[in-house]
């Protein structure tokens, strides 16, 4: 049986430790696709679960979505259910499903040659150099790594200097020459960092690699030689893997990449709109059996709204995404 640990949550500002999906575009929505055929990004923020279709079977995940402009509803936040067509959110008492909706997900942007975007999410730092105390900045990146016929793609390490992203691989360190940074947008997605340890991942640890098998490899960061180095995270690792001069470590306490949910009432991440042009922001609330729903709220409101068996419900605003 896995061991974990999660501790205080950490909040990183704009200004300091900004931990800042889609290959290639920088961007925090995307398109589900085909209208009436979503396709789930591999990436996509999973923030919530619902009721399991029966007893004893696994909740169904839910993801952040927004939609409903073609309707004339705005651009309202809702849920996306795996297995559904459409993005439901609750409006003028009914739940509304729409065909044409975007996911919510983190925002990488391309680059090549060990180049920076201005825009980077700092992620750790590195260990200093022969002669110096001075901790380089380290920045979340991601690349593709071809193993005979298998393509994963790999998350690790860049700064300038570096020449490429490096990422852990099959004991090793490689340097991928073309790569994704991990970037803030404006506005910028609302990031914190949890403690864990022994390979635990956080139900809401953001999903942002595939390994060689297709399993799902999340954003860590661990601390090793006075530094502390971005690296891939899954279970089966048992720790956070980061690369060092040449080789692929396992560290077994490390840092854990989440969306930032408080509990207060602030609105800094607007998400939509509502047919008034208010902004919508993303909240969730949380039933009993480990039920969480997320949805939409606005200033002014002190409810999270969200869709449910074809009527509006409004549950207990116990989260916002927020920085």
Not at 48 to 65: I, N, Q, V
Not at 270 to 291: E, M, N, Q, W, Y
Request: hydrophobic share 35%; glycine share 14%.
């Amino acid at each position: 049986m896995q061991t974990q640990l999660l501790t205080l949550r950490n909040h990183w500002s704009l200004a300091g430790f900004l931990f800042a999906c889609n290959i290639a575009m920088a961007q925090n929505w995307v398109s589900s696709g085909p209208p009436g055929a979503p396709v789930i990004p591999f990436d996509a923020i999973l923030d919530g679960f619902g009721s399991p279709p029966s007893p004893g079977s696994p909740k169904p995940a839910l993801y952040t979505c927004r939609g409903g402009a073609a309707e004339g509803y705005g651009l309202q936040v809702g849920k996306f259910t795996t297995g559904s067509t459409g993005c439901e959110f609750g409006y003028g008492g009914a739940e509304v499903s729409v065909p044409d909706f975007e996911f919510l997900v983190m925002s990488w942007q391309a680059a090549n040659g060990g180049a920076v975007p201005p825009s980077a999410v700092q992620g750790g730092v590195d260990t200093p150099p022969p002669g110096s105390t001075v901790k380089p900045p380290l920045y979340f990146c991601r690349g593709k790594i071809k193993d005979g016929a298998t393509v994963s793609v790999q998350l690790g390490k860049i700064r300038p200097g570096l020449g490429g992203c490096l990422v852990p691989y099959s004991g090793k360190e490689l340097s991928i020459g073309s790569y994704d940074v991990l970037v803030a947008l404006s506005p910028a997605m609302p990031l914190a960092t949890v403690s864990a340890i022994n390979g635990f991942v956080p139900q809401d640890a953001i999903r942002a690699g595939t390994d060689a098998d297709g399993t799902p490899l999340y954003i860590c960061s661990a601390f090793f030689n006075g530094g502390n180095h971005p690296g891939k995270l899954h279970s089966s690792f048992g720790g956070c893997n980061i690369s060092y001069a040449g080789v692929e470590h396992t560290e077994s306490n490390y840092l854990v990449l989440v969306p930032d949910w408080l509990g207060s009432s602030k609105f800094d991440f607007p998400a939509g709109k509502d047919t008034d042009g208010s902004p919508l922001h993303v909240c969730r609330a949380f039933l009993t059996g480990g039920i969480i729903y997320p949805g939409k709220t606005r200033v002014g409101w002190t409810a999270c709204s969200y869709g449910l068996s074809g009527t509006e419900q409004w549950g207990s605003l116990d989260e916002i995404l927020s920085h």
